[in-house]
């Protein structure tokens, strides 16, 4: 299991994708890297302890940051905080 941090809704210019947010695992940094975790299983826990469960669509650019597609949206206040990548 690895731990990564959610950076931000995948969003357009004038529009956002509620289901798809941009992962960043401090290991990964490279776009050969990011590709091992493609197909994935990631799930995020709430203060209150409930669990939204992902999986790792694609990378994102060159950098080493994944997409992830959520069962449903999760809270503008899940940007920063941990989420668990099943490996």
Do not use: C
Not at 66 to 76: K, N, V, Y
């Amino acid at each position: 299991m690895v731990t990564g941090r959610v950076v931000q809704f995948r969003r357009g210019r004038r529009t956002y994708t509620i289901r798809h947010f941009l992962l960043e695992i401090p290991t990964v940094d490279t776009k050969v890297k990011a590709l091992k975790f493609v197909g994935k299983p990631v799930e995020w826990k709430s203060p209150g302890n409930k669990v939204i469960n992902g999986k790792i669509a694609a990378t994102h650019g060159t950098k080493g940051v994944l997409r992830a597609i959520f069962d449903q949206g999760l809270p503008g206040q899940s940007i920063g905080t941990p989420v668990e990548v099943k490996a």
